[in-house]
């Protein structure tokens, strides 16, 4: 069986239909992990996608953050939020918010999460703390089922680069999140549970970039970073047949700021 999973920030769903619609069309992925929707739960455009096809499972509040999975092999088992997910308080909050930043599904022959990890903001900020404390709970999460026989992936926007290599200039990200050692180490941690990295191809250029920046012309001049990333275990990743940067996604007004990631794979 022949299935294409893929990954996407869509950074506004309601804002980005038409250009997901246009792309599940052309793309035809059989399932598609979405990530900061900004819409609620309720208003997600389920029945435009099931024009397509597409069951949705959807994981969000309103303004911010906000998951998905779209599936037209099944969609099955799922599960909103990491159990024992901590939340973020913010300056002018009395509670802690558990954010809407993971959801999971069993999607036909393989069981899959979305998640969108936090951003960090500042590595002095109480939004880093915040960020590195997510990532643990992600990893004790998934431990199971990477050590499991079932394809299993978590797919999404972690807001972190594995490696130098996956920023353009890593000089410029000097004292900046996204290219810690600590970031990186909850990488790593999630690698001992069993999970690769599953890297794809460039359609142009030599580095598989899945983000650039609106400002400063930071997409025509390739000035990008890899952080839409593929984890998959065993099953999965040696179940791989391709995986791409779908650039072209990326192209043109009222895009994202993010390209989808492609896997292909033979299960």
């Not at 970031?183 to 690698?191: C, I, P, Q, V």
Request: with cysteine; aromatic share 8%.
């Amino acid at each position: 069986m022949t299935v294409r999973i893929a990954t996407w920030n869509i950074n506004s769903v309601t804002a980005r239909l038409p250009k997901l619609l246009e792309w599940l069309e052309s793309a035809e992925p059989d399932v598609l992990c979405l990530q900061e929707l900004k819409c609620s739960t309720e208003a997600f455009p389920h029945e435009a996608v099931k024009e397509l096809g597409y069951d949705t499972a959807a994981h969000g509040t309103g303004r911010w953050n906000g998951v998905a999975i779209l599936s037209r092999i099944g969609l099955e088992d799922v599960v909103r939020g990491l159990p024992e997910q901590p939340g973020y308080l913010a300056d002018d909050a009395l509670l802690a918010d558990v954010e809407p930043r993971a959801i999971a599904a069993t999607c036909g022959p393989a069981r899959v999460w979305s998640v969108y990890v936090p951003n960090g903001r500042e590595v002095d900020h109480a939004h880093y703390r915040y960020k590195l404390d997510w990532l643990e709970s992600l990893r004790r999460a998934v431990v199971e089922d990477a050590a499991g026989a079932r394809p299993f992936a978590v797919l999404g926007d972690f807001n972190i680069a594995p490696t130098d290599e996956d920023v353009y200039d890593v000089a410029a990200f000097a004292g900046l999140t996204h290219v810690t050692p600590p970031e990186r180490a909850s990488l790593g941690n999630l690698r001992e549970a069993g999970l690769r990295d599953v890297v794809p191809r460039p359609l142009k250029y030599d580095h598989p970039y899945t983000y650039w920046d609106y400002r400063q012309l930071a997409f025509p001049k390739n000035r990008g970073m890899r952080i839409d990333l593929t984890y998959g275990n065993k099953a999965f990743a040696d179940a791989v047949t391709d995986s791409y940067v779908d650039r072209e996604a990326r192209k043109g007004k009222g895009t994202s700021d993010h390209a989808p990631v492609v896997v292909d794979l033979d299960l």
